[in-house]
């Protein structure tokens, strides 16, 4: 990865990293730039306009330089930030911008703006990776939308899984997968593709299911609470397991390999939902809008633990108390923080009750 030899050891006992991320102004760019902190990295972030989402923002965002590149605009990376870029030298960037929300990239086919943030903004990033006189390594960071829809009675998909998305966010992150192959097979770049599954945590935005939740339990205290279906078998993962499991691949992971990350547990939406209303009003009525079965992809990531030794730690109950404790932080201090459903640069994987990708 091009490390110099006398840079002094991480806390970790690794080498540290000097990390570019891309859409570190989104909810898991902010969770990134805060572990690779706290393991002795040096953080240069990027977002489209060099500005922090208030939502998102996570504490140390004082201590990180943020500068302006919008991955999805052909002249979106300033001359200046360029230059920064150079003098920082990263020896790794955290590919994370995109539009992630599957409802915004279109159904059958990706929108226009999707395919220019998602497809052709992974293309600008690979070329920057190559045209630094710094060749970083890369970690684009997919979804578990590009597999083929699964069979209910068989949900653990591992990275041979045939691939064939059906709506255009998961057509969009298939195209920049190929983007990737393409910078390894033709400029041999040091790039390897994080397959996310779905992830939750603190600072995600309201649009998401455990966020969705919350709200109504703040939004109107007398009414009830309707939850797409108590039902719903999904993998979920905090994001904070997320973001060391990224940084570890790029650490230990082989370049041109697919890694899945996910819990690779079953769980269902009512055993998620049952937490958040014991915490928020045990007594507060439910109404299931579409009753019924769904089963999610859930990650099996038997290649992930043997190139890193990774698990998650982040048991579920503490990953919902953590967020509804975030989210009625927020409501206290007068929900200074806004939405942040509307951002295209969060990290990939999110979570709503809809058709699959």
Same mark, same amino acid.
């Given at each position: ?80 930030? *360029? ?6 030298? &990263? ?32 293309? *600008? ?11 970083? *390594? ?10 083929? &829809? ?56 309201? #649009? ?15 009414g009830p609470v309707e939850i797409y279906t108590r039902d719903a078998h999904i993998d979920l993962?905090?994001?904070?397991d997320i973001v060391r499991a990224y940084r570890l691949l790029m650490l230990r992971g082989r ?26 009003? &045990? #007594? ?18 038997? *290649? ?34 806004? &939405? ?18």
């Amino acid at each position: 990865m091009g490390l110099s030899p006398d840079r002094t050891r991480s806390r970790s006992g690794a080498l540290p990293q000097r990390a570019v991320i891309t859409g570190a102004s989104g909810f898991v760019g902010g969770h990134l730039a805060e572990h690779l902190r706290a393991s002795g990295d040096l953080v240069l972030g990027c977002s489209p306009d060099g500005q922090w989402i208030e939502a998102c923002k996570p504490p140390i965002a004082g201590q990180i330089e943020l500068v302006p590149f919008d991955v999805g605009a052909p002249d979106g990376l300033p001359p200046e930030t *360029r230059r920064t870029l150079e003098r920082f030298r &990263p020896t790794c960037i955290y590919h994370l911008a995109a539009l992630s929300v599957p409802e915004d990239c279109g159904e059958s086919q990706p929108t226009a703006l999707a395919t220019a943030i998602n497809v052709d903004g992974t293309a *600008r990033v690979l070329g920057l990776a190559a045209a630094l006189p710094s060749k970083p *390594r890369v970690l684009f960071i997919s979804t578990s939308h590009v597999y083929a &829809p699964l069979r209910p009675e068989a949900p653990r998909l591992d990275e041979n899984a045939p691939l064939g998305p059906r709506r255009g966010y998961g057509r969009s992150k298939l195209a920049a997968e190929e983007e990737v192959r393409r910078a390894i097979g033709q400029h041999g770049c040091d790039a390897l593709i994080a397959r996310a599954f779905q992830h939750t945590g603190p600072r995600q935005g309201k #649009r998401m299911m455990l966020l969705q939740w919350a709200e109504q339990f703040l939004e109107n205290a007398a009414g009830p609470v309707e939850i797409y279906t108590r039902d719903a078998h999904i993998d979920l993962t905090d994001v904070r397991d997320i973001v060391r499991a990224y940084r570890l691949l790029m650490l230990r992971g082989r370049s041109g390999e697919v890694y899945n990350v996910g819990s690779g547990l079953v769980r269902s939406s009512g055993q998620i939902f049952a937490m958040l209303h014991q915490l928020a009003d &045990p #007594r507060r009525e439910i109404v299931e809008i579409h009753p019924g079965f769904k089963q999610d992809p859930i990650a099996d990531i038997s *290649r992930l633990f043997a190139a890193t030794g990774w698990q998650p730690r982040i048991p579920i109950q503490q990953t919902v108390a953590d967020t509804w404790a975030w989210r009625l932080g927020n409501q206290v201090r007068g929900d200074r923080a806004g &939405p942040t459903g509307e951002t295209p640069d969060r990290g990939a994987g999110t979570f709503r009750f809809k058709k699959s990708a």
